[in-house]
């Protein structure tokens, strides 16, 4: 029975995984949640029976440890697949390039430091909390949800100044991936760092403020990848990712690769 476990499941992408992961009988599926009350009754509402929720903050190291342990109750102390996809996606500083945080460094410190601890070290928190149980387990494989406005190259062709402080904290979190495979890749464990392309998971309009920066990611886009029509939804994206995971082997461990298996981030 395949075991998974992913941390930051309550809504949008998270959810979506636990949605497709449930579908196969012979899956152990487990969300961490920071609230578990509103995703239970999520799952309950959707006729979802074989998840479970556990309560985990990536911003605190401790309930990722308490939490597996309760996992390893369930799975008999072993995890196949952790997918770390929580992250800080605060708007407050989203749409700022580089040269406009000049008189908002107060902004600009608090809301770096705001990513930085969920996006980089609660991916660490939330891995080491959980090493032990996939050392365990039969598939041993780690994927952190990462994003294409994180690769190098694409920053340097696509005119899209603004995302400084998400993008640089994802960017970071693609080295902490290949850090741990490098440390880990003898003992069989598989990192991957992985984009689940543009996907709608919003849960309303978003502020006026920001329509007109949307629309200039969106047309930077379409500039770069003629064919991006926009958003893909969270039930396209989650079986392509899961067939990028599948596909791993050692020898890739370390990758940051797109939900298309590649470098092509749309
Ligand atoms: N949507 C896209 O187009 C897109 C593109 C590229 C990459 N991604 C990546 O895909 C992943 C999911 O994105 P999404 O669009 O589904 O985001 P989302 O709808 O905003 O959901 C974010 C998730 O992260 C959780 N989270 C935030 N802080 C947490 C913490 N301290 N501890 C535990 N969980 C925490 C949230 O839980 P709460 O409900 O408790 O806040 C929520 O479940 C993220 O890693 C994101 O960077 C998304």
């Known amino acids: 029975m395949p075991s998974y476990v992913v941390v ?95 008189g908002q460094e107060d902004l ?60 640089s904290t994802k960017a970071a979190t693609n080295m902490v991936v290949a850090k741990y495979s490098a440390e880990l890749r003898g003992e069989g464990i598989i990192l991957l760092a992985l984009s689940p392309g543009v996907v709608d998971t919003a849960t309303g309009p978003p502020p006026p403020e920001h329509i007109p920066r949307m629309q200039e990611m969106g047309a930077e886009f379409a500039n770069i990848y003629p064919h991006f029509k926009g958003p893909i939804t969270p039930a396209q994206s989650v079986p392509l990712m899961k067939k990028v995971i599948d596909n791993m082997t050692i020898e890739d461990s370390g990758a940051f690769l797109s939900h298309l298996g590649s470098k092509e981030w749309l």
């Open 8 to 102: 930051g499941a309550s809504r949008g992408l998270g959810y979506e995984w636990l949605r497709f992961l449930s579908q196969d009988p012979s899956n152990a599926v487990i969300g961490l949640a920071r609230t578990p009350g509103p995703v239970e009754a999520q799952l309950a509402a959707d006729k979802i029976t074989n998840v479970r929720i556990f309560k985990a903050d990536m911003l605190d190291h401790r309930s990722l440890t308490i939490a597996a342990s309760e996992v390893s109750e369930v799975t008999n102390n072993s995890l196949d697949h952790l997918i770390v996809n929580g992250a800080y996606l605060g708007p407050d500083a989203s749409f700022i390039t580089p040269t406009e945080f000049v």
């Open 108 to 167: 600009l410190r608090r809301e770096f430091i705001k990513n930085l601890d969920v996006n980089v070290i609660g991916v660490i928190h939330s891995i080491n909390a959980f090493i032990p149980l996939i050392r365990k387990g039969t598939t041993k494989k780690i994927t952190v949800i990462s994003t294409g406005l994180a690769d190098l190259e694409l920053a340097q062709k696509a005119n899209i100044a603004f995302s400084v402080l998400y993008s």
